[in-house]
């Protein structure tokens, strides 16, 4: 299994981007996907995750209202659409997959993306 996440960069605070997130390697049906986030010096820490009909989503408290995940299942591919970001969502931010939903829920999916840096200026 292999998840290859892109679309981090160099923002402003207030700006947006949009990371994707695609799986390839075996087939996901009825996979669900997340995004996690390091900051440096920290523990990694769950940021947001979507089942797999996309009818279930969960966020962490920092990025709810800014934050939107979404997917195609016909693309094995997971969005974050990051607006009105922050200094402090200066991350790597890391995409998963699991069979299981509340496992990756709570922190442990089975497969890891590599990460993508998000770098947030003031």
């Known amino acids: 299994v292999q998840l290859q996440a892109s679309g981090g960069g160099l923002v402003q605070a207030g700006d947006s981007l949009r990371l994707s997130c695609v799986a390839s390697?075996?087939?996901?049906?009825?996979?669900?996907m997340g995004w996690f986030r390091q900051a440096p010096g920290k523990e990694r820490e769950f940021v947001t995750s979507?089942?797999?009909?996309?009818?279930?989503?969960h966020y962490t408290d920092s990025v709810k209202g800014r934050f939107t995940i979404s997917r195609d299942n016909a693309k094995n591919t997971v969005y974050l659409q990051m607006n009105s970001l922050k200094p402090e969502d200066t991350a790597v931010y890391y995409c998963?997959?699991?069979?299981?939903?509340?496992?990756?829920?709570?922190?442990?999916?089975?497969?890891w993306g590599q990460g993508t840096q998000v770098t947030v200026s003031s």
């Open positions: 390697g075996r087939t996901f049906s009825g996979a669900s």
């Open positions: 998963a997959i699991d069979s299981e939903y509340w496992r990756l829920r709570f922190g442990n999916p089975i497969y």
């Open positions: 979507i089942n797999w009909s996309g009818g279930m989503t």
